[in-house]
């Protein structure tokens, strides 16, 4: 995928497996264990055994390296094996590095696979502890002095300028976390089934960082999830039908940072989710009309707004009537406010049970589905296909 043409890889891999152990608070066993019940669901859904596997991919902040989660889960030789940076942004990069793979032959079944105990051990929320000198680090430095310690105070900044630009009041918010918590609350798999809430309680909910309140931000979620790409013809032959890798990309933006790109000449948009739009529509040739469901990456609910904007599916300072409206489906699986943060890959997997029919929230005739991954650093998004 070029910034500048349209790339060759849409249509050449596909989804053909999809697993997650439960999402909870306390897990009671290791990340590597996690991953690895993920890894076994996502292979017997697919109906293929850990022989067939020979490449891997996870995320640089996985504690549990791809030969590691190899040979614990009985997987042999593995030819292709990467990890991508930037925290929740790398969730869609696993599946176009694992199609890209594929796509050359370098690999013929990949796993792609995130799993943690982000509850009941290290808590992203928690923010900035300690960290080790680098560059990324001296960014930092200009905006931790000050108090911005986590990722919510991060966040923040740039949602009180959204509100300031559109003459909107944090209320707008909130609409975003009753649709999650609506769909949430039919999904038995997520943590708030059963529990849908009003734009009431979101109101009425305790500040967390101004305009911040915590119905605004997402869980912090012990669990696995692991997907299988592998190519379109194969996946055809599999126990599932395929979900197709309709277009894939990675987004970097112009003066781009990790959550605290607040020198930017705008911040009332996200930069890095406007370059993977423009890649997205340019090489499915698809349009926002032509999707079907939207699993937007809601770590905080403000970005799931300035997505819909970036990505052409309303006018700037619209989305929020926008999504009151239900113009489109959104979060079916009552998203990482809802069902659990997953950094972002529990939500690639509903986009495939979409297109496989199976979702407890179905769509009508889902053939097209956006997903999207985490926003603030730089991200990466998928349109996936239902085949023919």
């Given at each position: 995928m070029s910034v500048l043409h349209r790339d060759a890889l849409g249509g050449r891999a596909a989804i053909a497996g999809i697993g997650a152990t439960e999402f909870s608070k306390d897990s009671g066993r290791s990340?590597?264990?996690?991953?690895?019940?993920?890894?076994?669901?996502?292979?017997?859904?697919?109906?293929?055994?850990?022989?067939?596997?020979?490449?891997?991919?996870?995320?640089?902040?996985?504690?549990s390296p791809e030969i590691t989660v190899a040979q614990a889960a009985g997987i042999g030789d593995l030819s292709f094996f990467s990890r991508i940076h930037y925290g929740g942004g790398a969730a869609c990069a696993t599946v176009q590095q694992a199609a890209l793979a594929v796509a050359t032959g370098v690999a013929d079944v990949v796993v792609c696979y995130r799993a943690f105990n982000e509850r009941s051990g290290r808590r992203f929320g928690s923010g900035v502890q300690q960290r080790e000198p680098s560059a990324e680090g001296a960014a930092l430095g200009w905006s931790l002095p000050w108090g911005l310690l986590t990722p919510a105070s991060w966040v923040a900044m740039t949602a009180q300028r959204y509100l300031h630009a559109y003459n909107l009041t944090p209320e707008a918010f909130g609409h975003v976390a009753v649709t999650d918590r609506r769909h949430a609350a039919n999904n038995p798999a997520a943590y708030f089934h059963g529990k849908p809430i009003t734009l009431a309680d979101h109101a009425a909910s305790r500040w967390i960082v101004e305009p911040l309140r915590l119905l605004d931000c997402c869980q912090e979620t012990d669990g696995g999830q692991a997907l299988i790409v592998t190519s379109?013809?194969?996946?055809?032959?599999?126990?599932?039908?395929?979900?197709?890798?309709?277009?894939?990309?990675?987004?970097a933006g112009r003066r781009q940072e990790g959550m605290t790109s607040f020198y930017r000449d705008d911040l009332t948009g996200l930069a890095e989710m406007d370059v993977v739009a423009r890649q997205l529509w340019r090489t499915s040739g698809l349009?926002?009309?032509?999707?079907?469901?939207?699993?937007?990456?809601?770590?905080?609910?403000?970005?799931v707004l300035m997505q819909?904007?970036?990505f052409g599916f309303c006018k700037p300072g619209e989305a929020a009537d926008f999504v009151a409206a239900d113009a489109l489906p959104l979060n079916t699986h009552g998203g990482q406010l809802g069902e659990a943060y997953l950094h972002g890959m529990n939500g690639i997997a509903e986009a495939v049970r979409q297109l496989r029919g199976?979702?407890?929230?179905?769509?009508?005739?889902?053939?097209?589905?956006?997903v999207t991954a985490g926003t603030g650093v730089p991200t990466s998004g998928l349109i996936l296909g239902a085949d023919g």
């Open positions: 990340e590597l264990r996690l991953a690895v019940e993920a890894v076994h669901a996502a292979l017997d859904d697919a109906g293929l055994t850990p022989a067939d596997v020979d490449g891997m991919v996870t995320f640089t902040m996985d504690t379109t013809e194969r996946a055809r032959d599999l126990r599932q039908p395929p979900a197709v890798i309709t277009a894939a990309a990675q987004g349009r926002p009309s032509d999707i079907d469901v939207g699993i937007l990456y809601d770590h905080f609910t403000p970005f819909l904007e970036e199976t979702s407890v929230n179905q769509v009508a005739g889902a053939a097209r589905a956006l």
